[in-house]
C-alpha cells in the first residue's frame, strides 16, 4: 500500500484507526493490526472529476468530513457507518473555490476553507449546516489570488470554538454565535477574544 497521493491524514483515538484522503478514497490503516484496511470508496457529484484533500473527525469521534478540492464537495459519513456517505456540492460558494481545510463537530456543523481558482479577494471561510444543506459566509478573504490548499481548520474539544490560520492571520469562531474573534497580532486586525 502507497499513499504517496495522499493530502492529509488524522487519527481516531476511539478505533486506533489511521485515516488518509488520496484522490477517490479513504485508506484506512490499523495501528493494532498493523495493516491497511479496506479503503472507503467516496463518489463525487455527477460530472466531477474528485480529488479528496481535508479530513476531520468531529470531537467525540462519531463524525467525519472530507473536503473534495476536486469535485467541490464535502462529504459527511460515520466511521462507524462508512458506507453511508452524505454529499454536499457546494454550489453558491464563490464560483471557482474549492473545499480544502475542514473541521467537524459533534452535531453535524462543518466548518471549512477553500482555495480560489485565480479568484482574488474571495472569502475562503465558511460553515456548513448539514442538517439544512445552509451556507454561512463569514466574509473573510483568503490569503492570496489563488488561496492555499493547505490551510487548516480546527475545532475545540467541546465544540464551542473553531480555529484558522489564513497564511498568519489566526482567528477563532463561536459556534454559538458565528462571532469571529482575530489575534492581537493577527496582520492589520486588534480584536481577540478572551
Request: charged share 10%; proline share 6%; with cysteine.
Amino acid at each position: 500500500m502507497c499513499i504517496r497521493d495522499s493530502a492529509q491524514g488524522i487519527y481516531d483515538s476511539y478505533t486506533d484507526l489511521y485515516y488518509f484522503t488520496d484522490a477517490t478514497q479513504i485508506q484506512v490503516f490499523s495501528r493494532t493490526q498493523g495493516k491497511w484496511l479496506a479503503p472507503i470508496p467516496i463518489t463525487p457529484p455527477p460530472g466531477t472529476t474528485e480529488r479528496l484533500w481535508g479530513i476531520a473527525l468531529s470531537p467525540d469521534g462519531s463524525m467525519m468530513a472530507v473536503a473534495d478540492a476536486g469535485a467541490g464537495a464535502i462529504y459527511l459519513l460515520n466511521p462507524a457507518n462508512p458506507m453511508s456517505v452524505q454529499t454536499f456540492p457546494m454550489t453558491g460558494v464563490n464560483a471557482g473555490t474549492l473545499p480544502c481545510g475542514i473541521a467537524v463537530s459533534d452535531s453535524g456543523m462543518v466548518y471549512f476553507t477553500t482555495v480560489g481558482q485565480g479568484i482574488g479577494g474571495a472569502d475562503q471561510f465558511f460553515k456548513l449546516n448539514t442538517t439544512t444543506g445552509q451556507i454561512t459566509n463569514y466574509g473573510i478573504q483568503g490569503p492570496d489570488y489563488n488561496g492555499n490548499a493547505y490551510l487548516r481548520t480546527v475545532i475545540s474539544s467541546d465544540n464551542s470554538e473553531v480555529f484558522f490560520n489564513d497564511d498568519g492571520l489566526v482567528f477563532s469562531i463561536d459556534a454559538a454565535t458565528d462571532t469571529p474573534f482575530f489575534a492581537l497580532d493577527g496582520y492589520g486586525l486588534s480584536l481577540i477574544h478572551i
